[in-house]
């Protein structure tokens, strides 16, 4: 199992930057898929990113491609969300989450943290 902490949410105007991080414990960390999802207030939770284990492979939401980028630093344990050009329709809870199999299903991460907000304001 592996614990997931994020941090790096904030408040920011439209067209700015903001970079999400993600700490993880125990578990393998560098075996594992890493994904990014977010919630907005009313809606489902939707995958955003995900990232291989080795970092070299991602894949993104077509509603964030181009803006975001997801990375890895497997000797620190932590993945990151660098988010640019953000928009309000980025505003949502950010979570980061641990899995085993190359997919985006959300049942198919076995370990999340806790979200961190993110809002864009216009």
């Known amino acids: 199992q592996v614990q997931l902490v994020e941090s790096g949410g904030g408040l920011v105007q439209a067209g700015g930057s903001l970079r999400l991080s993600c700490a993880a414990s125990?578990?393998?960390?560098?075996?594992?898929?890493m994904g990014w999802f977010r919630q907005a207030p009313g809606k489902e939770r939707e995958f955003v990113a995900r990232?291989?284990?080795?970092?070299?492979?991602?894949s993104y939401a077509d509603s964030v491609k181009g803006r975001f980028t997801i990375s890895r630093d497997n000797a620190k344990n932590t993945v990151y969300l660098l988010m640019n050009s953000l928009k309000p329709g980025d505003t949502a809870v950010y979570y980061c989450?641990?899995?085993?199999?190359?997919?985006?299903?959300?049942?198919?991460?076995?370990?999340w943290g806790q979200g961190t907000q993110v809002t864009v304001s216009s």
């Open positions: 989450a641990a899995g085993r199999i190359w997919v985006a299903t959300m049942s198919a991460y076995n370990d």
């Open positions: 990232i291989t284990g080795s970092g070299g492979g991602t």
């Open positions: 125990g578990g393998t960390f560098s075996s594992s898929v």
